[in-house]
């Protein structure tokens, strides 16, 4: 026990170092190390008395609010894991995955507690339903502040190491949701990963913006504490209050995805704004495009850039391109397309569909493995035992590594088309339909072909009042990429396209739409 | 396996980052990592041909050279632990810890092979022996070089986590030197606890001149790799060497006890060697006084100083006293006095003899728990169950916390006197004492004493040509101490002090001269 690395550390640690600084940030309220966690323990407190013991779970749908915060830390140090989940998804899907992970307690933020008939009746009746936010509790549901101020502190329960903190739900595309088991020592290990990159220490003032369901988020919720540094909380991202509030409470770091910044730039508030607190940006799910940059750059003289590739089964981050890569002098060596290096802990790999390493150049599935890597999928022994098949996380994702160590990240392996024994990249092929100025999304897949195996078929909409043909936009590849690259068929769609839980376009349903057109005779 | 960390993942990274890059330079030697790491594999293959494997033991005796260096990674690699001896030790001493690790290899360096008989006896013969240096091998001996040569890589042999990587014989003053298991992840710890301070990265340039058979330096050889950065060895601390070498190869970090700084500032070459090339020099071992604090910032204006606290079975870092809390505007917290803040993922306590916890302000025994506590005492279950009670290592330091979260260490538990239900620190006497112009060393303890329990003795040596009295001395302290701190008696010596084996005034000792002249009717 005495060697094990635990969450509840981090925030005694942060007690110990800041306990009468500021530790939250929301609004109007604010919290120092000593109040926060003063109120984590009551509400541990509240938690154990209404059942959650060790192994158990606290599912919470809640905005961005220091109730989050507080239940992250309280479901823990109440001996159990938290369960945040995703408030975009559809109601059976929340249903589902409350049945799945069978909650102790149900925390709903503000807004959410209509959900609450028919998430009690997924999780089986008889968990307490908890309203975290101001003001009254509605019927059937119990107040969080309340509770907490008629509950006494209860001790750390000390889980630690491999024991469960988070089961974290990833919105698969094209099957039902996996409930990723996330341990104390994964969090540790992204601390401990990106900590020197990020320049993190007590001084730091982080924003929290994205939502907390996401791994990116969580994982800066116990990395910042770790640090001891101050957590500011906005119920969503939103260009002008995120600008407000970088202002307001001097916020040194936080993590956007690159149309954030785009819809920050086009903010006219941004120009009258000063944002010199900002010390490090970091981004993540997409490469940087260099015009991005070079605008952000400029509007931000003193913030560094930091990207970051990862996904949630590895807690999340395994390469950092870090602030150096972004400056302007290392843009001609074109790594501003790359994932970056492996950070501290993590072992990369490239392998072929037999798992034999491949050297750097050559494309194949990333591996990883280190003490980020996740426990596995929550009930799922089946598909835990082939993702870590031989010791490393395979992640679904096709890369290569440069010879100076740069990963990369070309497709999702599922997205991979085989055409004629040829390797297509359906990323390759959107970002050449995405060049064309008429196209505003576009979607790449294969297609059952006869002679082929599969056919490239592409689905694109257009901008507002343009207008183009299908034979002009497969010409337009063909001017960019190889023939066999080509889409051999496209699709113009007046529909938007169709989109999966994480809001990214839903290339299963296309292909089922495919499908069923093709079975009723059409094309 | 895919969650543990492993000190190979960290040689592996670094050749992945900075394959082409300089990993060590020694002397005229300059190997890089991919160079080293060939080195180290095909070195296993030697270990692992000569017998030895999972869990087996390397003793190493030698100057630091890239061959230690290679020793070290190449036990771990195949399998086994490296067991660095502190060559400063006797020979009945060395062979006492031959005896008891049992080694499977003895490799020692150029200057050592005289002791060959006497070691290979120890360790009960039939070991093979392997000379580090270059040239011819003694009699009796192989030449690491050769069989290097002549060997093929081994593949890393996959030990992690909890498994012994070194095993580390502290010499203790009292008692028989103990042998300090420290594991994959205790290293790993103690990189990730202070990483981010040391702002290391992979364009740090390390200078090792402190012995590596001290954790403190065995700690660097694996965060310099986990950094990918560049190891510079030279055999051993002279001043004038360390000056010209950080010139030479531009060393970026470097540590030392503030005795050698000392000896830095009053070498004439200080003064004309360009050492912009600093930029973080740690200390550890003792307080750094502010007038040499003041002298060597003045001297090195580039540089930014930090203060480690630990011991070998920490692995050692758990406090740091950072850059900020060196910088002259924080010399009047007095805080420079103190060991600083616990390190990342460190949790530190104070408790009193029931092992109860104390609050700030109040002095007791520190106490420390986390991933870099060592896996336990070699061969000795007592004493680490005695060590690691109710998970938590007991330092045998005593100290108290500040209410800002600053740790300061006042005593040795043993060397504190208790007289008349009064605790006495030793350490305080001695900086009273040390105060007088005449002073050059002493040392006090307790004596046992009738009414008193133990009384307050001090034994001191005086400064060449300096004269003063018992008297004198004893009036000096009472003019700062309180009465019941002051010596009752005072001895004082024309011989030197003597010595532990780590070159410490051995209290132990000089209780056994009194203890002896007592029985014989003396005083």
């Excluded at 595309?173 to 996996?178: D, E, F, G, N």
């Excluded at 003032?205 to 101050?230: D, E, I, M, Q, Y």
């Amino acid at each position: 026990m005495n060697k094990a690395v635990s969450l509840g550390q981090a925030l005694r640690r942060a007690v110990h170092l800041r306990g009468d600084g500021v530790a939250v940030i929301d609004g109007t309220k604010t919290f120092t190390w000593k109040a926060f966690s003063d109120r984590v323990a009551r509400l541990a407190g509240v938690f154990s008395a209404m059942g959650l013991s060790h192994g158990g779970r606290v599912v919470l749908l809640s905005l961005n609010s220091h109730h989050s915060l507080e239940c992250f830390f309280a479901a823990i140090h109440a001996g159990g894991a938290i369960t945040p989940l995703n408030h975009r998804l559809a109601l059976g899907e929340l249903c589902d995955q409350v049945a799945d992970c069978k909650p102790d307690v149900i925390v709903l933020g503000e807004g959410f507690s209509e959900l609450r008939g028919d998430l009690l009746a997924a999780a089986g009746g008889a968990v307490p339903l908890l309203h975290a936010g101001d003001g009254e509790a509605p019927a059937g549901m119990r107040s969080l502040d309340g509770l907490i101020e008629g509950t006494d502190p209860l001790p750390d329960q000390g889980r630690c190491g491999d024991d469960l903190a988070v089961l974290m739900y990833t919105s698969g595309t094209t099957s039902a949701a996996k409930g990723v088991m996330l341990s104390h020592a994964n969090f540790v290990a992204n601390t401990a990963n990106t900590y020197g990159e990020l320049g993190f220490g007590p001084d730091i003032v982080h924003l929290h913006h994205g939502p907390l369901f996401h791994v990116a988020a969580a994982a800066r919720v116990f990395s910042v504490t770790h640090a001891a540094g101050t957590h500011v909380l906005l119920p969503r991202f939103v260009a002008g209050e995120v600008i407000a509030e970088i202002e307001r409470t001097r916020v040194t770091h936080a993590t956007f995805v690159p149309t954030m910044l785009r819809a920050m730039l086009d903010d006219p508030a941004l120009a009258s704004a000063d944002l010199s607190s900002l010390r490090v940006l970091s981004y993540g799910s997409a490469p940087m495009p260099e015009p991005l940059l070079r605008e952000i750059m400029t509007a931000l003289p003193g913030a560094g850039f930091l990207q970051s590739y990862g996904m949630t089964e590895l807690s999340p981050v395994v390469t950092i391109l870090n602030a150096r890569d972004h400056l302007p002098e290392n843009w001609a060596s074109g790594r501003l397309r790359s994932a970056g290096k492996p950070v501290l802990f993590a072992e990369l790999g490239v392998v072929d569909a037999q798992d034999r390493p491949l050297p750097p150049g050559e494309a194949g599935e990333i591996v990883a493995r280190g003490p980020n890597v996740m426990l596995g999928y929550w009930n799922r022994p089946d598909l835990t035992a082939e993702a870590l098949r031989g010791g490393w996380m395979h992640t679904g994702d096709i890369g290569y590594f440069d010879d100076a160590g740069y990963l990369f990240v070309i497709d999702r392996l599922k997205d991979m088309i085989i055409s004629g024994g040829e390797n297509v990249y359906s990323l390759e092929v959107e970002n050449a339909l995405s060049a064309h100025p008429a196209v505003s999304q576009c979607a790449v897949f294969g297609r059952p072909h006869e002679h082929w195996g599969e056919a490239v078929h592409a689905v694109a909409t257009l901008k507002p009042g343009m207008a183009t043909t299908t034979h002009e936009l497969i010409a337009h590849c063909r001017a960019i990429l190889a023939h066999y690259k080509c889409p051999r068929t496209l699709e113009i769609r007046d529909q938007p396209m169709p989109l999966s839980g994480a809001n990214k376009i839903s290339k299963a349903a296309l292909k089922e739409e495919l499908r069923a057109r093709e079975a009723a005779g059409g094309a």
